[in-house]
């Protein structure tokens, strides 16, 4: 980690403001569904923000979270080192990222290797596997290991097919988000004022 003196004044405030964000309750289930999906051999970290960063900080557990969402042979990360060298430990992170972000992560959702390294945002490191783990239950492929209610699915598209007569006809409709002129006239209505003239 890096050396930083105390923050003060504005850096404070937002760095304050990015620590409330965290979520013990979703560091518990995220800790649950990463020792199921990896197996049982993972110790489980004590409760607490700087425990779980600590426990991810050296990128073995997630390089090992995300190859075992592929089928065997399929990894996207081939060799994970043991090391203590810190740059090699940031290497790893970054496997996982861009691994994340190509298993189906949308970008804005992943976390910078910092955030988790040096303990600055950790809410984004739980928002990074909070959508793994939502994209790995809406492939529902047979990898994803875990309760189904710890992750939503994530919506997918329904796309249509419509021959060119349909949409011909489309083209000859009002939508009523349009608005609708049927039935529409001023039968009853009276100009302003004239209730006053006929006293």
Not at 13 to 37: G, H, M, T
Not at 43 to 55: A, V
Not at 120 to 126: F, G, T
Not at 141 to 164: A, C, P, T
Request: glycine fraction near 10%; charge should be positive.
């Amino acid at each position: 980690m890096a050396n930083r003196g105390p923050s003060y004044g504005l850096s404070r405030e937002v760095q304050e403001k990015i620590e409330q964000k965290y979520d013990p309750e979703l560091e518990s289930r995220l800790v649950d569904w990463i020792v199921a999906q990896c197996g049982g051999n993972i110790e489980k970290p004590q409760p607490g923000k700087q425990n779980f960063q600590i426990w991810l900080m050296d990128g073995t557990i997630l390089c090992r979270l995300i190859n075992s969402l592929y089928p065997r042979g399929k990894e996207p990360i081939k060799k994970i080192p043991e090391t203590q060298m810190a740059f090699k430990q940031m290497e790893k992170i970054s496997q996982f990222l861009q691994a994340a972000e190509a298993y189906g992560v949308i970008t804005t959702d992943i976390f910078q290797t910092v955030d988790l390294w040096e303990g600055k945002d950790m809410a984004a490191v739980q928002r990074t596997l909070m959508a793994m783990g939502s994209v790995a239950l809406t492939k529902d492929d047979g990898l994803y290991r875990g309760n189904q209610d710890w992750f939503h699915r994530k919506s997918q598209g329904n796309r249509r097919e419509f021959s060119e007569e349909q949409l011909r006809q489309g083209q000859n409709l009002i939508g009523l988000q349009m608005g609708s002129n049927r039935g529409a006239s001023q039968a009853g209505m009276t100009g302003y004022g004239m209730h006053r003239q006929i006293m």
